[in-house]
């Protein structure tokens, strides 16, 4: 990934913060049909060595699973907030009109070999931690268990799990850092005007 040093981030514990707030990543593999991508929610762990553990679980259909079977090379992405900036949120656009449109977002990306697991424990298990982090802020969180045994068990039939050691983790927080002060909070105010609530304002101001 391009990472100009002004938005290259590496600390693990904002790397994770990203992953756990944005856990649909943009899974990547490479086999004898070419480059494959399919949408997958992952959960985040850790090995007792430390190093980060990507689980998730894909349908048996999936003709993915044929490349993670083989073990190669796998990259998943996590795309946290984006959003178009105008150079019209630049006071420098009065001064000069020496401004150009940009994008910022944030992004991870996760390099690492997978393992396909055909276990229903570890299957049952990643579902019911998935479904925790996502039901979490519910007010009544339904849980796995309140679908009857028998259902749950056939649905894991149909897929099977996935886990990537990650070899290498790196992100790209691009966030008008940059840009002038004045300009970065040109940019917030933009963002805010259109968005109050806007989770690329929210960013920048982190």
Request: no cysteine.
């Amino acid at each position: 990934m391009y990472r100009p040093p002004a938005f290259r981030e590496d600390r693990p514990e904002l790397l994770h913060a990203a992953i756990r707030a944005h856990p649909l990543a943009t899974l990547v593999t490479h086999g004898p049909s070419g480059l494959t991508a399919n949408l997958v929610p992952f959960t985040l762990a850790a090995r007792e060595d430390g190093r980060d553990l990507l689980r998730a679980h894909l349908a048996k259909a999936n003709p993915q699973l044929a490349d993670l079977r083989a073990g190669r090379a796998a990259l998943a992405i996590f795309q946290g907030p984006q959003a178009y900036v105008t150079p019209s949120w630049y006071p420098s656009k009065q001064a000069h009109g020496k401004v150009v449109p940009t994008w910022n977002y944030i992004l991870v990306q996760a390099h690492g070999r997978p393992r396909v697991i055909d276990d229903a424990a570890w299957l049952r298990e990643q579902i019911d931690a998935l479904t925790a982090q996502q039901e979490a802020d519910r007010a009544d969180p339904w849980a796995v268990a309140d679908a009857p045994a028998d259902f749950v068990a056939a649905q894991l039939k149909g897929i099977a799990g996935v886990e990537i050691a990650v070899d290498r983790i790196e992100g790209k927080w691009k966030a008008s850092q940059n840009q002038p002060a004045d300009n970065h909070a040109g940019v917030v105010a933009g963002l805010r005007e259109r968005d109050p609530a806007s989770p690329m304002a929210a960013a920048m101001e982190r």
